[in-house]
T-cell receptor, first 115, second 113 residues
Framework: EPEVTQTPSHQVTQMGQEVILRCVPI?????FYWYRQILGQKVEFLVS????????KSEIFDDQFSVERPDGSNFTLKIRSTKLEDSAMYFC?????????????FGNGTRLTVT | QQQVKQSPQSLIVQKGGISIINCAYE??????FPWYQQFPGKGPALLIA?????SEKKEGRFTISFNKSAKQFSLHIMDSQPGDSATYFC????????????FGKGTSLLVTP
């Protein structure tokens, strides 16, 4: 079964550094998402992306965050200047469509640790 | 503001028993209610989902009960097995927000042998 793959599985960075989290969505999917899960807390929506632009974004997704689809397969999340509170598990997800008939498929996540 | 409230936070059930997890929501624009299962080190995986035009949906041992007037929905796991031990998240979405999922805080289920 096709799956969403994320790299790296664990990223450690120092506060103030830039990080790029990478995702390869399922190949025939058109909608892409980033969610995050702070340890012990709920999964939170960050951003959705379709047709090379952001469709929706949450309050969490401020100017420090950006997303990009640099080629036909990768989908990236960049955090420009990391803060301690950015430490979390970041999940990429993709779906074929953006409606109730098209479930989200999540990757296994990248654990980001900001020191 | 927590849009989806989930309870209990943790649950221990004996093998063969029924696991019940409850969720409540406030936003009446929500029209899609999925349940996700997450094992340690893995991303959430869709388990079962329901729309508000039906009151119940069953897939194997998993059933969603939906009460639109009370704005509540619940997951029932019949004949719970140790392999069901995982964290379960309810979620809700609405078309006005591009179907971005609003998750509950999760329920850690442990099924004992």
């Amino acid at each position: 079964e096709p799956e969403v793959t994320q790299t790296p599985s664990h990223q450690v960075t120092q506060m103030g550094q830039e990080v790029i989290l990478r995702c390869v969505p399922i190949s025939n999917h058109l909608y892409f998402y980033w969610y995050r899960q702070i340890l012990g807390q709920k999964v939170e929506f960050l951003v959705s992306f379709y047709n090379n632009e952001i469709s929706e974004k949450s309050e969490i997704f401020d100017d420090q965050f950006s997303v990009e689809r640099p080629d036909g397969s990768n989908f990236t999340l960049k955090i420009r200047s990391t803060k301690l509170e950015d430490s979390a598990m970041y999940f990429c997800a993709s779906s074929e469509w953006t409606d109730n008939n098209s479930p989200l498929h999540f990757g296994n996540g990248t654990r980001l640790t900001v020191t | 503001q927590q849009q989806v409230k989930q309870s209990p936070q943790s649950l221990i059930v004996q093998k063969g028993g029924i696991s019940i997890i409850n969720c409540a929501y406030e936003n009446t624009a929500f029209d899609y209610f999925p349940w996700y299962q997450q094992f340690p080190g893995k991303g959430p995986a869709l388990l079962i989902a329901i729309r508000p035009d039906v009151s119940e949906k069953k897939e194997g041992r998993f059933t969603i009960s939906f009460n639109k007037s009370a704005k509540q929905f619940s997951l029932h796991i019949m004949d719970s097995q140790p392999g069901d031990s995982a964290t379960y998240f309810c979620a809700a979405s609405n078309p006005n927000s591009g179907y971005a999922l609003n998750f509950g805080k999760g329920t850690s289920l442990l099924v004992t042998p």
